[in-house]
Every structure is written in structure tokens, then in C-alpha cells.
């Protein structure tokens, strides 16, 4: 069965852009949720995906996830600086395609935007299913989004699928992990405890010494989102898997990019699969890189995979 010949649906935003949705064809356990790439749409990222990343086996994602519901939302569109078009349809403005750390300022207010407009649409699917059964990700743009996303949430998520991607503001993130000065004692601090005392800040303490929360915390407040009441590892998304992949022939966006967002990932307390192609470009490797994400799904998800030749289903 191809993709066309799938249930689908298109439906409107909130940003009057579409959402282009393909509808499991068994009963609904898992929703994937996948960002498109600067200038493209929901429906033909989602399209091209979905009929063409085959398996080495020949199968289609909808084929081997036959529970899942694929949504692939539209970005607004928005005046680009990198090529000085009045619109496109882009998640966040980049001044700078193969450097996003150029003139980074200029992606706050998309990257703000657009981390609204995913909530809401991460909590109409968590309304019919839990998120531990959702995963997220994206292509180039639509990975960076996510990734940004992804660091703001209070609970995991199933997964996260990253291609040829990066991290907006990598590095402020990667040096507000590793900044210890929250782990310091402050001398002037007048709940600081004596030795052997009772210190009733201990744990916020403690906690804001994570890494997954300091990244949380520093990416809320990047995208002017209220800080959450908890400061607690638990209320991060940091047990979320997450794979990234990337082609060592991006022209776009250089392997570097996403070998340094992997890195600082971890560096939150992330756990990341990072897998690098040998000549692939700014895009996805058929058969290779779909094989390797449905492994990824099967193995860090739980996610079962159907062998529809032999009408069974794979599982662990």
C-alpha cells in the first residue's frame, strides 16, 4: 500500500497554514510528529517521506508502523533574512544558512512563535494518547525547531528523529550546562546552612545543578516562556532517545552542526544516537537512514514494526 493511498487529512492552523496529516490503518498507538525544512510544507515533506524513504526491504514507514498517525505541520510564513525574500515558509529566521551562531538573535521571535503553536499541537495529540508514545523530530529547520522544543518540555516524549539538522543557540546552551556556579555555595546567601544544619532549599538547589534542568531553564527563558513550578530532573523530557543523522556532503548544513548538537544534547544528560553518511547531502539516505530510524523506533521507542509480507509483527 503507498502513502497516497492512505486515509489522509489536511487541516487548517491556527497560522492558516495546513497541517497534512496521513491516519494510521490499524488502531492508534503511536503519533510521529515531523517538521519540514525552511521553504517547504507540511504536505510535501510529509508526501515525499512517506512514498519515498523505503527500507532496504521496500517498505514504506506506513507500512511498518501501521498504528501510527503522521502529522506534519506547515510553518508560517516569514520574511527570511538569509535570502532577503519578503516570505517564506520557515520556523524561525536564520541571517546566515551554513552558520546559524550569525546574527542568532534574529531566530527568537520564529523560534518563540513556533514553540507555542507545537505545544498546542503536542497537547491536541496527548488528549488521545500518552507521550510516551510520541515522537517528535524534523528535517534541517524542522530538526532545529524540534530540538529547541524538545528542551523546553516538562515530561518525555517517546522519541525524537533529527535529520540534517542543528541546535539554535548551541553554544549559549552547551556553556549554560556546564556552568557550575549554581553548584557553588553562596557565602551570602541567607539561607545557606551551616554544616550539619537543615537547609530547606537544599533539594531546588540540588536540582538546578542538572544539567537537564539548567538547559531547560535556559531555553524557556530564550523563548520568553514562563519558568515551570518544578526544577526537578523528572519534569525535563531528558529520557527522551533522540537520534540525529547527517550526511558528511551537506552542502546546507555542515556535519558539524549536527555532531555539535548531538553533543551538547548529551551534555544536557540526553541520550543521543548520532550516525553519520558517507556522501549524503542536506537530505535523507534511502535505504540506509530509514532503516536505521526504524530500528531506532523498535529498539529506544518500544515501538512494534509489522512485516506485512509475512502478516505478523516484530517486536523485542
Known amino acids: 500500500m503507498d502513502a497516497q493511498d492512505l486515509a489522509t487529512t489536511i487541516r487548517p492552523a491556527r497560522n492558516n497554514q495546513k497541517t497534512y496529516i496521513v491516519e ?34 521496500g517498505r514504506t514507514l506506513p507500512q511498518l508502523l501501521p498504528g501510527a498517525r503522521f502529522v506534519f505541520p506547515t510553518a508560517k510564513r516569514r520574511r527570511s533574512s538569509a535570502f532577503k525574500r519578503a516570505l517564506l515558509t520557515q520556523w524561525f529566521d536564520i541571517a546566515h544558512l551554513p552558520d546559524p551562531a550569525y546574527r542568532q538573535e534574529t531566530q527568537l521571535q520564529g523560534l518563540a512563535e513556533s ?41 518525555p516524549l ?3 528523529i533529527g535529520m540534517c539538522g542543528y541546535l539554535p543557540f548551541q553554544k549559549d546552551i552547551e556553556d549554560a550546562v556546564r556552568d557550575d556556579s549554581n553548584a557553588e555555595r553562596d557565602e551570602d546567601d541567607p539561607f545557606a546552612a551551616e554544616d550539619g544544619d537543615f537547609d530547606p532549599h537544599a533539594d531546588q538547589q540540588l536540582s538546578m545543578t542538572d544539567p537537564a534542568v539548567k538547559a531547560k531553564a535556559f531555553e524557556r527563558d530564550l523563548l520568553c516562556l514562563p519558568p515551570l513550578p518544578s526544577g526537578a530532573k523528572e519534569a525535563t523530557a531528558c529520557s527522551t532517545p533522540i537520534y540525529l543523522g547527517h550526511g558528511d556532503a551537506d552542502e546546507k548544513k555542515p556535519y558539524a552542526l549536527g555532531r555539535a548538537a548531538a553533543r551538547t544534547m548529551r551534555a544536557a544528560g540526553y541520550e543521543v544516537s548520532w550516525k553519520l553518511y558517507p556522501g549524503l547531502g542536506h537530505w535523507y539516505k534511502v535505504p540506509d537512514q530509514i532503516d536505521d530510524i526504524v530500528e531506532f523506533i523498535r529498539e529506544k521507542v518500544g515501538c512494534q514494526i509489522s512485516d506485512e509480507e509475512e502478516g505478523t509483527v516484530l517486536d523485542d
Open 115 to 155: 514553540a507555542l503553536e507545537l505545544s498546542e499541537l503536542l497537547h491536541l495529540e496527548m488528549a488521545s494518547i500518552s507521550p510516551q508514545n510520541i515522537i517528535l523530530g524534523g528535517i534541517s529547520q524542522g530538526c532545529a525547531m524540534a530540538l529547541s522544543f524538545l528542551l523546553v518540555l516538562d515530561h
Open 24 to 57: 494510521p490503518t490499524a488502531t492508534h498507538t503511536h503519533t510521529i510528529i515531523l517538521l519540514h525544512g525552511m521553504s517547504s510544507n507540511g504536505e510535501k515533506f510529509g508526501r515525499e517521506l512517506l512514498e519515498t524513504g523505503r527500507t532496504s526491504g
Open 158 to 160: 517517546g522519541g525524537y
